[in-house]
């Protein structure tokens, strides 16, 4: 199956550091990448491959992968973290990308 | 500075068909991957379609023989003909481009997206 399954909220008090999980049988294959949305905004490209993030990104941010399970950890999640935050990766031959359900954080 | 911009994006009944747009500005549309990827009111990202630099195009099962995706280089455009439309294909629809590094590019990493466009199917 090429579905990536993520928990459909997560909460994490302020400054403290959360994990957001995506499972699915192609990142046993192919390295997820994760995206931040806040409402009304496109998404935010924040982390890829094994754990690079783009400019701009803040260090806070970081990924790891183990098996069919990808991870994004924020440490020390901040007030403006609060979003909603997707997986993807590639499905069907590695021609295709499928995108996981999304992670609506609550930042307390 | 590398921008894409949706156009297009319109109330429509249901069977009809509508072409969006994807202007891009700071870099060229032949030499990077772009793809569309819709996003339902209130639901999550679903990937459309592709086209690679190299003219090559994929598809979502969902879209598949209803949609075509294109690109014009000199007008630095990329576009999505949506034929047959159907309700559940209302959503914002954005192009996005694959981040390339290393003389590579990684099909499902998109590090540029555009603003979106709305399309509501309805009648």
């Known amino acids: 199956s090429s579905d990536l399954t993520q928990d459909p909220a997560v909460s994490v008090a302020l400054g403290q550091t959360v994990r957001i999980t995506c499972q699915g049988d192609?990142?046993?294959?192919?390295?997820a990448s994760w995206y931040q949305q806040k409402p009304g905004q496109a998404p935010i490209f924040i982390i890829y491959g094994e754990d690079n993030r783009p400019s701009g990104i803040p260090d806070r941010f970081s990924a790891s992968t183990s098996g069919n399970i990808a991870s994004l950890t924020i440490t020390g999640a901040q007030a403006e973290d609060e979003a909603d935050y997707y997986c993807n990766s590639r499905g069907r031959g590695g021609n295709h990308v499928v995108f996981g359900g999304g992670t609506r954080l609550t930042v307390l | 500075e590398v921008q894409l911009v949706e156009s297009g994006g319109s109330l429509i009944q249901p069977g009809e068909s509508l072409r969006l747009s994807c202007a891009v500005s700071g870099f060229s549309v032949s030499d990077y991957h772009m793809s569309w990827v819709r996003q339902a009111p209130g639901k999550g990202l679903e990937w459309v379609s592709v086209m690679y630099s190299g003219r090559v195009t994929y598809y979502a099962d969902s879209v598949q023989g209803r949609f075509i995706i294109s690109r014009d280089n000199v007008r630095g455009t990329l576009y999505l003909q949506m034929n047959n439309l159907r309700d559940d294909d209302t959503a914002v629809y954005y192009c996005a481009r694959t981040h390339c590094s290393g003389g590579s590019c990684y099909l499902n990493y998109f590090d540029y997206w555009g603003q979106g466009t709305l399309v509501t199917v309805s009648s």
């Open positions: 192609s990142l046993r294959s192919y390295f």
